[in-house]
């Protein structure tokens, strides 16, 4: 752990690549609200607590977590402060990867349709193979021949621990999980328009029950509930860079009423959109006149 630690210090406070296909690491003293796409994701240094739906996670060095499918997610990390910030890395996960696995594995059992979310202690095992991908870093001449291989002995490691029938459901086409990341693309790709359930179950191929209950299993939330968490952070991240009032923001991403925007903004990152966002932004400059007035006492 030492050592990958100490590889992973060179990062940026953000996802860096590493230069190994699908491999990113980060050192970070803060983490931003984001949609979490599929990965591996393993901690070194720190702490973690990720907010899905109604679940809340905590992650602590030493330990993974699977994100299957795209999910909007709240993330708060605690470090010790820049000398020990917190430091992970990620797998991106790729389902052709981990079918053909599953081919060679010669493994057909039909995974179950559990829980999504959960923190698993990484085995030594698994620490050492991705301590022999990350010394790959420095080796760049090796990475064609090696990279492919640890990868997929990570993945092989994954399998065989308490999370290895959710990496089976992502490596089946047929999978609950592979029906519905195929109308998770479309939330996202029309998040600002009406979400209607009866339409999704039939992208999916499901009964209207049947698909909100394995919804519900594999993001935390209902569909209605993902819509309403893609609009908020897209939301925010308008209102953080773009010179537009929180109405106008509120209806570019699919909002009728512009107080109920602002209620559940409230709701979600615990102030309205306007105070949020004079946190991030500089006080105007005084002007000389009003150095002046405040400079004389009396006046009004």
């Not at 640890?150 to 999980?177: A, K, N, T, W, Y």
Request: proline share 8%; glycine share 6%; charged share 20%.
């Amino acid at each position: 752990m030492d050592e990958l630690r100490a590889i992973v210090m060179r990062a940026g406070d953000k996802w860096t690549p590493t230069g190994l296909p699908r491999v990113s690491m980060v050192r970070a003293e803060a983490c931003s609200n984001q949609v979490y796409e599929p990965m591996l994701h393993m901690v070194l240094q720190g702490t973690k607590s990720l907010s899905v739906g109604d679940q809340i996670l905590r992650f602590e060095p030493a330990t993974y977590f699977l994100i299957p499918v795209d999910v909007p997610a709240i993330g708060q990390i605690q470090s010790d402060g820049p000398r020990e910030p917190y430091l992970a890395l990620s797998l991106t996960l790729d389902p052709g990867i981990i079918a053909n696995m599953l081919d060679d594995l010669g493994d057909a059992r039909s995974p179950t349709c559990g829980p999504c979310f959960s923190v698993t202690a990484a085995e030594p095992e698994l620490i050492d193979a991705w301590l022999r991908l990350m010394r790959l870093v420095d080796r760049p001449n090796e990475i064609g021949m090696l990279a492919s291989m640890i990868e997929r002995e990570i993945l092989f490691r994954v399998l065989q621990g308490p999370q290895g029938d959710l990496l089976r459901q992502i490596g089946r086409p047929d999978s609950r999980l592979s029906q519905v990341g195929r109308t998770l693309e479309w939330i996202q790709a029309h998040y600002a328009e009406p979400v209607r359930v009866k339409v999704l179950a039939t992208m999916a191929g499901m009964s209207v029950a049947a698909f909100y209950r394995h919804f519900k299993a594999i993001t935390a939330m209902t569909p209605i509930q993902y819509q309403k968490r893609l609009r908020l952070l897209k939301a925010r991240r308008l209102l953080l860079f773009e010179p537009r009032d929180a109405a106008a923001i509120a209806f570019s991403v699919g909002y009728e009423s512009a107080s109920q925007f602002s209620r559940e903004y409230a709701r979600m990152y615990g102030m309205p959109p306007a105070r949020d966002m004079a946190r991030f932004r500089p006080p105007p400059p005084v002007s000389r006149l009003n150095s002046v007035d405040v400079a004389r006492p009396g006046v009004a």
